[in-house]
C-alpha cells in the first residue's frame, strides 16, 4: 500500500494506482475525458491536471501513478490556468451547438466548462466542419464536429471488446471518429460507446432528439433479458421507456451493456404486448375479468378442493411477486402444486453458485454447452478482461459445437448432443480414476469421444487448477451430477459455477417460494392430464415454448377446463385459456432480481404499467376477496438475507452423486443441439430487428454441401412424428452432424421436438411469383 | 339644517368637479389600455423569415420555468427543412397560462428567440383545457385588438 495526501487528505492505495483513482476513492473529483479505469491510462486529453508537489510542471492524474509520500493538490491557481486552457482548446472546433446535442444537460464538456472553463475563447477563425449524425451503425450516430479525440470509443472496441471496428481518421484538426472502411460496427457492444463518451459525439440513435435530463425520469435498474442481470438506468418519459444505460457499481462491474439490453428495452411497448385483460377469447373490462377468474377460483376450490389448482410461475417476474404468488396459493387457495416453468432441465444448487468474482480470479474457465458471446454476453466481456490479464488462463469449452471466437480463444472438446456431462466425467476419470466420487459417477457406454490428450488436459483443468469456475447452459441435467462430484474430488480448492439460463430471474422465482426443478412441472402437468388439476394458472409461464415435452402439455391443455394465463405477450395456444390477464412489465414496478450470481438487485420503476396490465398483487388481493379471505399481499418480505447481504445464503454442497445414465455413440445421423441465446430468447423487439438472425438454424458447410444447401435455405427437422420447418445458416463453428437450433423462439418451437437424432431434409425454397 | 345643505352642496361640488376631470379608468373592451412592447402576456413560438420555426425544442425554457408551466417534447425535424432551420424541432410545445407566472425567464433562456412573451394579456376562458396553449396556437400570435 501507498501513503499519498491529495488536497490535504492522506489515504492508503494499492501500487501502481493512478492518481485520478486514488482521488476518486476520497471523493474528490477530478475532471477527465480520455481515461477509464477500465481501459487504463493513455494520456490524450490533458483534462486532468493537477499539481504534484516537487514535479516541475502540472501532472496528468490519470498517468501518474501513485508514490509514498506525494502530496497533490487538486485545486489551485495553477490546476486552474491549466484546465482553463485546456478547454479553451477543446472548444476551438466545437460547435457549440447544446441546445440540438442530445448530450445537452448531461455533458461532461458542458459541465467542466462550466465549472473550470473560460468565459470565452479567443478564436476567431471558422471552425472546422465535419459530419454531423452519421451513422455508426443501426443504433449509435456520431457527430464528428463535438468530439473530443479522447479515444476511449476506439479503444474500448479495440483493446477491450477486441473488435476493432472503431478508429481514428485524419490528421490534426481534421482527425475524426469513423469505422473500419465506413462499413457498420457490428459488434454485439458497440453501444457502449454512448455510454463511454463524454460529450454529445456518440449518441443511442432511439434516443436521438428525444428528452433532456430534466423532463425524464431516471431509476435504477437491472437488465431483465438474460440472467447476467446488468445493472442498467432506465429512462422513462411520457410512460415509455425511451433509454438503457449501463450503470456502473464501484468495484464490482464496469457498467457494460450488451445491444440487446441496451436497446432491447422496447418489448415493454411492443405491438404484441397484451394491456387488456381477455376473457373467453374475447376483450374485457379488467375488473369483469379479475372478477371472474375469482368466481372460478372459488367454484373449483368449493369443488374440488385446494389441490385441483396448480400454480406455474415463469417469465419476467419479480422475487416479491413469486413470495406474493406463493403465499396466495399456499395461505388463500391452500395447494401444494406449485412449479416453475424454465426452458432447460438443469439445475444448479446453490451451494455451487459462483458469483463474476471467481471470473475476476479463475486460473481456468469450463463453458460447459454455453457460448457466453451469444448466451450471457457481458460475462464474455468479463472472461475477456480476465484472459486479458492473464493470457494462461486456460479455457475449455465441452459442447456440440466449437464455442468462443477469436476474441475469447476456447479450446471446445466437440461432444455428442447429450453427451457433455459423460465427457466432462471421462475427463475428470482420466485423472483421479481411482476417486469414490468419480466411482459414484457410474460411467459407462461410449460416448464417442476418444481423443485421450485433449481429454488429459481438460482433466488437468478440472482437477490440479486452483480457482476453477465453470458456466453451464443447463441444456443436459446430467452435468449437475458431474460438477458435484468435481467440486468433491477438488476439496478445498474453489469451484465455482455460473448458470446460464433463464428466466433471467429464476432464482429470485425459487426464493419467492416455487420450486425450480423441473419434476415439479412434470408431476404437475402429469397429474393435470391425468385430470388432478381442475384449474392451472400460468403465471408468466408459456409452456407450450418452454417445457420440453410439448406433446404433454398439449394434451394438459385439452383436459384442464379452466386454464388462466397471465403475462405480457399471448402465449403458445392461447386458444385454450379461458382467460388471459396482462401484466406489469419489470421496468414498471419496484421489485428485485437474482441474478446468475445469486445476487439480489433491485429494480425502480421508472414508467407506470400501460392499460390494464398490472403487478401481481393486485390480482391476488382481488381473487382472496372472491374467496372471502383475508390477504393483503404487501407484506414486508424481502429476498435479502441478513447475514450474506446481497447474495444468497450460502448452502452446502449436496452430498449425493447421482450415477449418470450410460450412453452410447449415435450412429451417425444428424442431431439437434438447443441451447438459450439471448438475442433469439423471444422477447421481441422492433429496434433489434435488424440484428435478429433471419435464420435460426445453424448447419457445418460440409452438411449444408451435402444437403445441398445454398448460403441459406430451409430444412425439414423432423423426430417422433413430429416437425419443424426452419430456415438455416451455414456456420463454421458448427461441427458435421450437428444442426443448432435456438429454444425460446416462438415461431420455431423445437422443444417439441427435442434435442438429439433428428431427420433434416432441404426444402425446395417457394419461390413467389 | 343649513348644514346639511352645506354639506351636500360640498359633496355635489365635488362630484361636478370630478365630471369634467379626464378620466383613470378605460371603458373595456370599447377602448384597450396602451402597453410597453415590452409587458409580459400570452407567449409567441417565432419563425424566421423563411417561415422555418425557430425553436430546436431544446427544453430550456421548460428546464427554467419556476412554475412548471412548459411541456417540451422534441423530435427529428423533417427532412428538405419545410418546418425547421435545423435537424431538430419541437413536435409539442404547450404553456400552461394557468401556471405561468408570466415572468419571462423562458423568453431569456432561449438560445434561440424563438419563444417570446407578447402584450397579448386577454386571458379568459370557461375551462382550464383552453388556458393551455398548444403549438399551433403559439405559432399564431393572438393580437390585441
Ligand atoms: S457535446 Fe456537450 S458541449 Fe458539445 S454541443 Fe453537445 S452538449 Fe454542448
Ligand atoms: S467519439 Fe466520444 S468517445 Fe470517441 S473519441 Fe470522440 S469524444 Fe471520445
Ligand atoms: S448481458 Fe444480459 S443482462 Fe446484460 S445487457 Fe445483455 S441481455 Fe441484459
Ligand atoms: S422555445 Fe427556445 S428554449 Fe424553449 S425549447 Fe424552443 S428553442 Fe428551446
Ligand atoms: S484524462 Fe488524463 S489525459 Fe485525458
Known sequence: ?769 | MLDGIKAIAKGMGTTFKALGEPRDTYPYPEKRREYSPRFRGKHMLAKDEEGHELCVGCGLCEAVCPAHAIRVVAAEAPGDKPVSWTNRYSVDYEVDLIRCIFCGMCEEACPTNAVRLTPFNELAAYDRETMIADKDELLRPAIRK
Not at chain 1, 466545437?94 to 467542466?112: A, M, N, R, S, T
Not at chain 1, 472472461?383 to 476456447?410: C, Y
Open chain 1, 1 to 769: 500500500m501507498i501513503r499519498l495526501t491529495i488536497d490535504g487528505q492522506e489515504i492508503s492505495v494499492p501500487e501502481g494506482m493512478m492518481i485520478a483513482d486514488a482521488a476518486a476513492r476520497l471523493g474528490i473529483e477530478v475532471p477527465v475525458y480520455c481515461y477509464h479505469e477500465a481501459l487504463g491510462p493513455l494520456g490524450a486529453c490533458r483534462m486532468c491536471l493537477v499539481q504534484v508537489e516537487k514535479m516541475p510542471k502540472l501532472a496528468t492524474a490519470c498517468t501518474t501513478a501513485v508514490a509514498e509520500g506525494m502530496v497533490v493538490h487538486t485545486q489551485g491557481a495553477a490546476v486552474d490556468k491549466g484546465r482553463k486552457g485546456v478547454l479553451e482548446f477543446l472548444l476551438i472546433n466545437h460547435p457549440l451547438d447544446c441546445p440540438v446535442c442530445d448530450k445537452g444537460g448531461e455533458c461532461f464538456l458542458q459541465d467542466y466548462t462550466f465549472r473550470y472553463g473560460p468565459p470565452a475563447g479567443r478564436f476567431e477563425e471558422p471552425k472546422i466542419q465535419k459530419v454531423k449524425d452519421g451513422p455508426i451503425n443501426e443504433f449509435v450516430l456520431i457527430d464528428q464536429e463535438r468530439c473530443v479525440l479522447c479515444q476511449r470509443c476506439v479503444r474500448f472496441m479495440e483493446e477491450y471488446v477486441g473488435e476493432p471496428q472503431l478508429l481514428l481518421e485524419g490528421r490534426g484538426v481534421e482527425t475524426v471518429v469513423s469505422t473500419v472502411e465506413h462499413r457498420p460496427a457490428q459488434s454485439q457492444f458497440a453501444g457502449n460507446v454512448v455510454d463511454l463518451c463524454p460529450v454529445g459525439a456518440l449518441l443511442a440513435t432511439p434516443y436521438h432528439h428525444k428528452a433532456r435530463p430534466w423532463n425524464i425520469e431516471r431509476q435504477e435498474s437491472v437488465c431483465p433479458l438474460c440472467p447476467v442481470g446488468c445493472t442498467t438506468l432506465n429512462t422513462g418519459r411520457d410512460g415509455r421507456i425511451v433509454r438503457v444505460e449501463g450503470r456502473p457499481v464501484l468495484d464490482r462491474n464496469w457498467g457494460w451493456l450488451c445491444d440487446r439490453g441496451r436497446f432491447g428495452f422496447d418489448f415493454a411497448v411492443s405491438p404484441d404486448r397484451l394491456t387488456v385483460s381477455r376473457l373467453q377469447g374475447h376483450d374485457e373490462a379488467a375488473a369483469r375479468a379479475t372478477r371472474q377468474v375469482g368466481q372460478w377460483l372459488e367454484q373449483v376450490v368449493g369443488q374440488y378442493g385446494p389441490d385441483s389448482v396448480a400454480f406455474v410461475i415463469g417469465g419476467l417476474h419479480t422475487s416479491e411477486e413469486a413470495h406474493q404468488l406463493y403465499r396466495f396459493a399456499t395461505e388463500v387457495v391452500g395447494t401444494s402444486r406449485l412449479a416453475m416453468s424454465r426452458q432447460v432441465q438443469g439445475y444448479l444448487p446453490r451451494g455451487l453458485n459462483g458469483t463474476f468474482e471467481d471470473i475476476a480470479a479463475a486460473d481456468a474457465v469450463v463453458l460447459v454447452g454455453t457460448d457466453p458471446y451469444e448466451a450471457v454476453p457481458v460475462v464474455h466481456l468479463k472472461l475477456r478482461e480476465r484472459w486479458r490479464q492473464q493470457r494462461d488462463l486456460k479455457l475449455f469449452g465441452v459442447a456440440p459445437r466449437t464455442l468462443g471466437r477469436e476474441t475469447l480463444p476456447v479450446d471446445t472438446l466437440i461432444t455428442h448432443v447429450g453427451h457433455e456431462a459423460h465427457v466432462l466425467a471421462q475427463a475428470l476419470a482420466r485423472v483421479v480414476p481411482d476417486h469414490p466420487a468419480v466411482a459414484q459417477l457410474a460411467i459407462q457406454g461410449d460416448s464417442g469421444f476418444d481423443d485421450a490428450a485433449t481429454l488429459a488436459q481438460l482433466g488437468q483443468a478440472l482437477v490440479n487448477s486452483e480457482h476453477l469456475t465453470l458456466l453451464w447452459d443447463g441444456v443436459e441435467p446430467e452435468v449437475e451430477s458431474v460438477l458435484i462430484a468435481l467440486a468433491t474430488v477438488r476439496g478445498a480448492k474453489v469451484t465455482r459455477v455460473l448458470p446460464t439460463w433463464g428466466p433471467s430471474n429464476w432464482r429470485g422465482l425459487e426464493r419467492g417460494g416455487f420450486p425450480a426443478r423441473l419434476e415439479a412441472l412434470t408431476q404437475i402437468l402429469k397429474d393435470a392430464r391425468d385430470g388432478k388439476v381442475q384449474m392451472l394458472v400460468l403465471w408468466g409461464a408459456d409452456l407450450l415454448r418452454e417445457y420440453p415435452d410439448a406433446q404433454l402439455v398439449q394434451e394438459v391443455y385439452q383436459t384442464v377446463p379452466y386454464i388462466i394465463g397471465e403475462g405480457l405477450f399471448l402465449p403458445l395456444g392461447s386458444e385454450s385459456m379461458r382467460a388471459f390477464l396482462p401484466e406489469a412489465s419489470p421496468g414498471e414496478m419496484a421489485g428485485t432480481y437474482i441474478n446468475m450470481e445469486a445476487r439480489v438487485q433491485t429494480l425502480t420503476p421508472s414508467v407506470q404499467p400501460p392499460g390494464q396490465a398490472r403487478p401481481t398483487r393486485s390480482y391476488l388481493n382481488a381473487w382472496a376477496h372472491s374467496l372471502k379471505k383475508s390477504f393483503v399481499a404487501e407484506d414486508d418480505w424481502d429476498p435479502f438475507d441478513d447475514e450474506s447481504g446481497d447474495l444468497l445464503p450460502v448452502e452446502a454442497i449436496p452430498a449425493t452423486i447421482a450415477p449418470l445414465s450410460p450412453v452410447s455413440q449415435p450412429s451417425g445421423e444428424m442431431e439437434l443441439a438447443t441451447g438459450v441465446l439471448v438475442m433469439e430468447n423471444g422477447i421481441p423487439s422492433e429496434l433489434l430487428r435488424s440484428r435478429k438472425p433471419q435464420a435460426l438454424a445453424r448447419l457445418s458447410p460440409v452438411d449444408a454441401q451435402r444437403l445441398g444447401l445454398s448460403a441459406q435455405g430451409m430444412v425439414r427437422v423432423a423426430r417422433n412424428g413430429e416437425e419443424l420447418r426452419v430456415a438455416v445458416t451455414v456456420d463454421q463453428a458448427m461441427t458435421p452432424g450437428r444442426i443448432y437450433i435456438p429454444l425460446g423462439v416462438p415461431s420455431c418451437p423445437v422443444n417439441k421436438i427435442g434435442t438429439g437424432v433428428v431427420e433434416v431434409a432441404r426444402l425446395e425454397e417457394v419461390h413467389s411469383a
